[in-house]
């Protein structure tokens, strides 16, 4: 019976080295505000506080570009804030008139939301962009702030025998 007592001493001794160690690392690695305010670490508020702010908001950019608040309204995209899609623009609205946000590449941002995934609601407008676009920029069909292309202005864009043909 001593030889048992013996392997289990080892066993703890074992045991013992791996929870002091395991107390050592994480004291080591856990910051001293983790748990401040329940399964979260304190001291994260006031350093996202002490953050610059990148975005603006969509009230700020729809104060200057009311033009765009009226496309905008006219479709479904009323609902999508404009830094969805431009990005953090606290910097331009700060000062417009020497920071300008970069140009699109539609091809790239229209397709975060519309590229065709079985996930996706049934009714959300979904497309396959290679089958659809053949990696035409969106923007060259479709206007962003209201995508529904409007059949009445491609035919009245189109030349009567261009329109004679269509109906052949």
Request: aromatic share 4%; net charge neutral.
């Amino acid at each position: 019976m001593l030889k048992d007592i013996e392997h289990l001493i080892r066993l703890a001794v074992v045991i013992a080295i791996a929870l002091v160690a395991f107390v050592i690392l994480r004291a080591a690695v856990v910051p001293r505000s983790f748990g401040e305010y329940g399964h979260y670490r304190g001291a994260a508020i006031d350093e996202i506080v002490s953050r610059p702010i990148a975005f603006a908001g969509h009230e700020t950019c729809e104060g200057c570009h009311t033009d765009v608040v009226d496309q905008k309204k006219l479709g479904k995209h009323v609902v999508v804030a404009c830094e969805a899609c431009h990005g953090a623009q606290a910097k331009h609205a700060d000062d417009p008139g020497s920071v300008q946000p970069a140009k699109l590449d539609t091809a790239v941002v229209c397709v975060r939301c519309h590229e065709a995934n079985a996930a996706k609601p049934k009714n959300f407008p979904q497309v396959a962009t290679a089958d659809h676009s053949g990696g035409i920029a969106c923007d060259t069909c479709h206007q962003p702030h209201r995508p529904r292309i409007e059949t009445a202005k491609i035919d009245a864009g189109k030349t009567d025998s261009a329109k004679t043909e269509g109906r052949k």
